[in-house]
């Protein structure tokens, strides 16, 4: 097999998105101004780069980890138990931001679609 060809049954196999947001935006540095802000400039800065031939919709990736912090034994750290992260308070201010009404009014003023889980 070609290496051509292996790179192109890999990339059927496999789905990458076009774009990755969140560094910048964890934990306490998240607020729905600095986020929406982040996935705008992304999706804005896409759509000037978008190849003449791509008929797919434009992906972006956002890192995040919310959830509720541990409180005891479980979460992330192994056998040692939760790990500082797990333990942080960062992790229900994400939520909090991540489930906000104005993420979801934002979510659908521009007409962004979230998927549910990796396909």
Do not use: W
Request: charged share 20%; net charge negative.
């Amino acid at each position: 097999m070609s290496i051509s060809a292996c790179v192109y049954r890999f990339s059927i196999l496999c789905r990458f998105t076009h774009g990755f947001v969140g560094l910048t935006t964890l934990g306490e540095h998240m607020t729905v101004e600095r986020l929406c802000s982040r996935i705008s400039c992304f999706f804005e800065m896409a759509q000037q780069h978008v190849f003449d031939d791509c008929q797919a919709s434009l992906t972006c990736e956002l890192m995040v980890h919310p959830g509720y912090r541990c409180r005891g034994v479980g979460g992330c750290g192994g056998p040692s138990g939760p790990d500082d992260f797990a333990c942080s308070s960062e992790r229900e201010h994400e939520l909090a931001v991540l489930s906000s009404d104005n993420m979801r009014e934002f979510y659908l003023n521009q007409n962004i679609k979230l998927c549910p889980k990796f396909i």
